[in-house]
DNA sequence: TTGTAGGCGTTATCAT
DNA sequence: ATGATAACGCCTACAA
């Protein structure tokens, strides 16, 4: 491995030389600059960023923790995050979390014990007293921490409010809504927007709602049960997409045809929705533009720019597939 | 930031002896250590990895590099990469590369100035000429760059045959191919182990071979092509799951039956071949296995292990489902 | 314009 | 059993 002082003596300056090229900082003859670059690129060297983070102090690594990268939704956001922070020469360390807390706060320790500038975090649980010994800019992602902690986000109630007015617009009497992990804000602000609008017309019925996972399996049991006690629920509302696909398998091993007897709207906009038949009306979220601005908000933090908007919610829309069309 | 030597200070010993507790090597007075431990936790001292880093040049950290963390089937990869060197209380860069020689050499470039301790990659077009200059352990991942590298892989051409041979048995006479990218080598493998197959029983004819992208609207437009040109094709084997969706939708679109008049096989078995109707019959590749073997032979290289096996090749299954059972 | 030297936080060698 | 001290490779006062 090649280091600055060899550099430095083959060209016969000294490494406060080399090091003044390499940052173009401080006066250098213009002479010697060439000679250095050109033996620079001639011994292939390549300054050695473990050394120049303890001086500096700052890494050019910035942390991403994610509950699980193998849930759709994260690889595009990790991509968001990889995209934007690379083209600023930053380095992404990810982490899988699994949700618990504990997991969470050993990778942060890790994190700042590797000086990364800056973290970015889907959690659910975190708290301001678990962050307060960390002292690098941190984010959340996907679901607001904290009020004294910036986020991007995206409107949850709002789209389930959508969500829940296209099932009436589309002549459904009888919505239920299969609900997300009450501990995950977003979740809960489905639920949330869910309630408001079938109260709104009267058609509110705690029986209809039925908490599950965001997972497939847990979805179909869910609507199972929904569907088995109340044959004539004509809609239902899956707290995101995974979930809406059980509704759909579900729905057609009961012998439901979707979407004549029955119709079903996702959340999330997954790539996958697509591919289920009927396609999936969801309310999608714009997931790579989510990550890609939390990602330029952290650089913007790690450079100590001022910060227009601590905390961005992004609407969502809906996207009408045939599983709501008759 | 609490330092070594601030602890050293607290409780009146030197560094070195701080560093000897925390590294248990060396003598250390069993009173000196319980007091050293009792400063480091009271004042939560964590060991500078990067200072770490510096001397011993390594850093206790990994890189992963794959074209797209977006495809499905590299999520997985990740996680299980993750998990394995999470445990050894490595971390993992994560890089995307898309494929390109360009971005894969930058990232090498930057994983090594970062004193990374070894590199997990899935490329095809990195060469040994492009490696050499790399001073830590390199595995390939999915697919093998070159006899000189270890790699991790499946059995490509056995799947191939077995999805082909499976097609036959259902009694398909037409069988065709919709084949993947001919620049990567599982693609490659799997299009020639359909030829052997198809030969072997007198079916092989060349104008049921297209070539298309990894991707669902490519291989629908493939498939497009195919039956129009071919309507009395009765089975195809699509070159992975995501085209194999792609062959059902462009089939569905076409008014054929999956599976009563056309049987479709993928390749893959990713977690979403479940969600389509009908249900996909897919050559299923043990990925979580693939990576956290990968990663625990990276980790072996690391420590300096012998390594039992260069080339690891693991075995394929077919997991029958719907699309191709009437 | 350039060089010297001290320090970033550890570890390891050599004394004591 | 413990303490100085010199690295690791780079950066930045401060001198020259």
Redesign the pocket.
């Known amino acids: 491995?090649?280091?600055?002082?060899?550099?430095?003596k083959r060209v016969?300056?000294?490494?406060?030389?080399?090091?003044?090229v390499?940052?173009d900082?401080?006066?250098?003859?213009?002479?010697?600059?060439k000679t250095v670059l050109a033996a620079i690129e001639e011994m292939n060297?390549?300054?050695?960023?473990?050394?120049?983070s303890?001086?500096?102090?700052q890494s050019k690594t910035i942390g991403l923790i994610v509950p699980d990268i193998n849930n759709p939704f994260f690889p595009q956001l990790a991509r968001a995050v990889e995209d934007v922070t690379s083209e600023a020469d930053f380095t992404v360390f990810l982490c899988n979390s699994d949700g618990k807390i504990e997991k969470e706060i050993r990778y942060f320790d890790r994190l700042q014990?590797k000086y990364v500038d800056g973290v970015l975090v889907v959690s659910n649980t975190l708290k301001p007293e678990h962050l307060s010994q960390y002292h690098f800019p941190i984010i959340a992602l996907d679901r607001p921490l904290d009020s004294s902690l910036p986020y991007v986000t995206c409107n949850n109630y709002e789209g389930a409010q959508k969500a829940t007015r296209h099932l009436l617009e589309c002549g459904c009497g009888k919505i239920a809504h299969i609900s997300g992990p009450e501990n995950i804000a977003n979740a809960r602000d489905r639920l949330q927007g869910y309630k408001d609008v079938v109260s709104e017309v009267g058609l509110y019925d705690e029986n209809l709602i039925i908490p599950a996972e965001y997972q497939i399996e847990s979805a179909k049991r869910a609507a199972f049960k929904l569907l088995t006690n109340y044959p004539d629920i004509d809609g239902i509302f899956a707290g995101n997409d995974v979930m809406a696909i059980g509704v759909i398998k579900a729905a057609e091993l009961l012998g439901y045809k979707v979407p004549e007897q029955l119709k079903v709207v996702g959340f999330d906009g997954i790539e996958f929705g697509d591919i289920i038949t009927p396609e999936l009306t969801t309310v999608s979220q714009p997931v790579y533009q989510m990550g890609s601005t939390a990602a330029a908000m952290l650089l913007d933090l790690i450079e100590g720019k001022p910060i227009h908007q601590k905390e961005i919610t992004f609407q969502v829309e809906l996207l009408v597939k045939r599983s709501t069309q008759t």
Do not use: I
């Not at 303890?54 to 102090?57: H, S, W």
């Open positions: 491995m090649v280091t600055m002082r060899d550099v430095a016969g300056v000294s490494v406060a030389t080399v090091s003044r390499l940052n900082s401080g006066y250098v003859k213009e002479d010697t600059r060297f390549k300054p050695n960023s473990v050394a120049r303890l001086f500096k102090k014990q």
